[in-house]
């Protein structure tokens, strides 16, 4: 019953994808931005945690604690993310294209070496979570409880995204953004509010992914560059600022990873990026792609 | 045409300045900084094919390192496996047919596209060729990469490296840069220029007046990627080692950031900001250990208060200067 | 030369074009008028290829169009100008009118010979502009022109393209009221100058009564009269439906 576990990798792989390329796709669609320096709020994210949690060994402290304390790097990245919004971003907003494009890459060169300074180029080992769950006996297998957890997170989350999109006042704002910037504007909606809602809401998304991934990984340099590809993989064959895209595109994503990993070692990449190409050829627009003119 | 009215032409008169420049370059640089030059005429070829797209067809290519990586791998290829042919007179129409084979299939489920889709798409593309380089160590070396030897010009070899960089390559490649640049001065004054140009603008009335949109951005597509492809074979011979990192989208986000400092408003903005991205990446990277923060920081500045690029920047205090002068004069 | 016949088109319930019938004749200046969401824009989108009718014929020049694509009705000679002009706004007006003529002359192709080597072209361009009154304005980008001269450039693009009729609709919306004479004097010299005929749909009806050679009047879908400029403006219905409400108009 092997298959059983490579299904259930390719369940975890598409949890972390789709927590950033959930902030990714909502960015997207509400500025019609696409941020760059999204992988960078997800190293922020993964930093944050493990040093938290490395810094905590020391103490004598509740486990409970070292789960809580994820959190810290979604707090840190989506403030971070406000940060980078009011300052680099809100200005360009009438800009074309190049420019905002521009201005998040030159972001994210700059954070590289922001982390660089603030962390150190060190890696990081923060297992203390992911070793206090152990693991469980899945008929004959055995399998992190971490892992498992981390797909229970993905969905809740998404539920609460949905929730959030379809009940609350901002969220149904939002979403009327992303359908038409220019109704909204006639309503009277608070655009640039709104836009940094939805960035801060993305780089948090993207900083809970990374967080989550710190405990079972060191935490590195350069630790944002594959999520970044594997979420514009994601948007490119889900669609544009589609959320339902999103998540069928990470789940996708994460099993072909899962199984190429197996069956294609060494090339799973490549052959993830070959069933994108295909699908785009297909569909040009991606599965769940509205074409914008 | 008339000698005379030529000579005093003011354009010809730059022209045959900058000429006369470039043709003294290596009697007036150091070694290295030769070498640096060198490289950047490369970027410089690359940076006319990639603002055929950006400026002249509207479409932002995230992903130009692919068809430079196209050509760059040609040459190593045939250095490795075809080491008889391995002369330059056939290694640049080889890297010539492989970026443009290369660009026919990526450009043909691009062009499909506009503004950020055509951005993610060609930037993803360009990665799968990346990951191609980089798993396939057998054929392409991995990560380690290949080693690129000296090639023999029209027959005449060279022993060491130096020696041929130091003069003869310098104007070998300063001859194929006149010719990029004399024919993409022509395609973008060219009828297809302006029918690119139109596209540009205004899609549905391009389709209106008999312009087939995506045919011709097909064909902007692939003369763009084969621009690339034959900078960066060039560049090949002057680095001596090629690695996959070319076609990662950091590479091609370094192309889109020569263009915008050069500023692709004018056509010889991204030559002018390949010269100027070379040298300023060297220099920082020898500098400080934290040089992306630097090229980050000056990609900020640049976004926020030079939008028009250095070329842009220079057009606007020269107006100014001169609106003063006929101010003055009145 | 252009003849339409029994033309219908429904939307859902809505019956957009109900049995509509005419025809233009060479060198006639055709106004379309009537009250909003009569049919006129839709009128002109099934003449122009954009959507296919229910039922009923278009014949062009002895041929059937009905079913012909728009870029195929512009190749026969029918151009067409939108509401909102739609120019190539960052090049320059000269290039607004060559690159028209370069794709009608098949030289669209032409990658390795710059664009000011076919004199002939741009004499032909640098002619047409006179004729539209856009001399002296060729070197400066199409954005920069007057909301008139915009609109005028937009209908000399489609004309470039030899253009036996002329699909105009509403050549002086958003043009200031003091410029829309200006505009119209220039459009309709060009019209006359080349011998060419033109459907113009207008709202304004100093403006239809002025150059037009006749005027059909619509209403919800069909054609109410039909006629010369005076004759239909002192129609009973005319007056109390399409002057009625164009005057509320006006007013507002």
């Known amino acids: 019953m092997e298959w059983f576990i490579y299904i259930l990798n390719g369940l975890y792989y598409a949890s972390t994808i789709f927590l950033i390329s959930l902030g990714l796709n909502i960015i997207l669609g509400v500025m019609g931005i696409l941020n760059l320096a999204h992988g960078s709020l997800y190293a922020i994210g993964a930093f944050t945690a493990a040093w938290l949690i490395t810094s905590l060994a020391g103490w004598n402290s509740p486990d409970v604690l070292s789960f809580i304390i994820l959190l810290g790097g979604a707090i840190l990245a989506g403030f971070v993310g406000l940060l980078l919004e009011r300052t680099l971003i809100s200005p360009l907003y009438n800009r074309a294209l190049e420019y905002q494009l521009l201005i998040t890459f030159g972001a994210l060169l700059l954070f590289e070496d922001l982390i660089k300074i603030v962390w150190g180029g060190e890696a990081y080992y923060a297992s203390k979570p992911f070793d206090i769950l152990g693991k469980v006996d899945l008929s004959g297998n055995i399998y992190p409880i971490y892992f498992l957890l981390v797909i229970v997170i993905a969905i809740v989350v998404k539920l609460l995204t949905w929730l959030f999109l379809a009940r609350t006042r901002v969220g149904i704002m939002l979403r009327a953004m992303s359908l038409d910037i220019e109704m909204a504007t006639a309503l009277g909606l608070q655009i640039n509010r709104l836009r940094t809602w939805a960035f801060v809401l993305g780089a948090a998304l993207a900083g809970l992914a990374g967080a989550l991934v710190a405990p079972t990984t060191p935490v590195l340099l350069g630790f944002g560059m594959e999520p970044l590809i594997l979420a514009f993989v994601v948007v490119v064959i889900g669609g544009l600022g589609s959320l339902k895209g999103a998540f069928i595109g990470s789940l996708i994503v994460g099993e072909i990873r899962s199984f190429g990993i197996v069956i294609f070692p060494e090339i799973e990449l490549a052959i993830l990026y070959l069933i994108a190409a295909i699908i785009l050829v297909i569909k040009p627009e991606g599965l769940f792609g509205r074409i914008k003119s | 045409m008339n000698l005379k009215r030529f000579i005093f032409n003011k354009r010809s008169l730059i022209y045959l300045v900058v000429l006369i420049f470039l043709l003294i370059i290596p009697f007036i640089l150091s070694p290295f900084n030769l070498i640096l030059f060198e490289s950047a005429i490369t970027f410089a070829i690359v940076g006319l094919g990639f603002n055929l797209l950006l400026r002249y067809t509207g479409l932002l290519s995230f992903g130009h390192g692919a068809y430079f990586a196209a050509g760059a791998y040609a040459v190593a290829m045939v250095g490795r496996y075809v080491p008889s042919i391995y002369s330059i007179e056939f290694l640049i129409p080889i890297a010539i047919i492989a970026s443009l084979v290369l660009s026919a299939i990526f450009g043909f489920i691009c062009v499909r596209h506009t503004k950020i889709f055509f951005a993610i798409l060609t930037l993803a593309l360009s990665m799968l060729l990346f990951a191609l380089l980089f798993k396939f160590y057998s054929v392409t070396g991995g990560s380690d990469g290949l080693y690129i030897p000296t090639p023999s010009i029209f027959g005449v070899t060279f022993k060491r490296r130096p020696e041929f960089l130091s003069g003869p390559y310098y104007y070998f490649l300063l001859v194929i840069f006149i010719i990029c640049y004399m024919v993409m001065k022509v395609i973008v004054s060219s009828p297809f220029g302006k029918a690119l140009q139109a596209i540009r603008d205004n899609e549905t009335r391009a389709e209106l007046i008999g312009i087939r949109v995506k045919r011709y951005r097909f064909y902007a597509f692939i003369i763009s990627g084969t621009f690339a492809g034959i900078g960066g074979s060039l560049w090949t011979f002057v680095n001596g080692h090629v690695t996959p990192d070319v076609s990662h989208w950091f590479f091609s986000g370094e192309i889109v950031y020569m263009t915008l400092l050069g500023g692709f408003f004018i056509f010889e903005g991204p030559i002018i900001g390949a010269f100027v991205f070379t040298f300023l990446k060297l220099y920082a990277m020898g500098f400080t250990e934290y040089w992306m923060g630097i090229i980050g920081v000056t990609l900020i500045l640049l976004v926020l208060l030079l939008p028009t690029g250095l070329a842009g920047g220079v057009v606007t205090i020269f107006n100014k200067l001169k609106t003063r002068k006929v101010l003055g004069g009145t | ?252």
Do not use: C, W
Request: without cysteine.
């Open chain 3, 1 to 252: 030369m252009l003849t339409v016949e029994n033309l219908n088109k429904s939307f859902g319930n809505l019956r957009a074009i109900d049995g509509v019938g005419f025809s233009i004749s060479e060198n006639e200046i055709v106004s379309l008028i009537g009250s909003n969401g009569a049919g006129k824009t839709t009128l002109v989108n099934l003449l122009s290829g954009y959507i296919r009718p229910d039922s009923g014929k278009i014949h062009f020049l002895e041929e059937d169009i009905t079913s012909a694509s728009p870029y195929m009705r512009i190749k026969l000679g029918i151009g067409r100008s939108f509401q909102l002009v739609q120019l190539f706004e960052e090049s320059k007006v000269l290039d607004n009118v060559r690159t028209p003529l370069f794709s009608k002359n098949g030289k669209i192709k032409s990658l390795f010979i710059p664009s000011d080597k076919y004199v002939d072209i741009k004499k032909n361009t640098l002619e047409i502009l006179k004729v539209f009154n856009l001399s002296h304005k060729e070197d400066i980008l199409a954005k920069e022109l007057s909301e008139g001269d915009k609109k005028v450039l937009d209908i000399a693009m489609a004309y470039a393209l030899r253009t036996k009729l002329l699909l105009l609709d509403e050549p002086t919306s958003g043009v200031a009221t003091q410029d829309k004479f200006k505009v119209m004097d220039t459009i309709v010299y060009a019209i006359r100058n080349e011998k060419i005929s033109a459907l113009i749909i207008e709202h304004d009806m100093d403006i239809v009564a002025k150059y037009s050679d006749r005027v059909i009047v619509m209403h919800e879908g069909k054609i109410m009269v039909e006629g010369e400029p005076d004759v239909v403006m002192s129609h009973k219905d005319v007056r109390e439906h399409i002057l009625g409400l164009s005057e509320n108009v006006t007013e507002n």
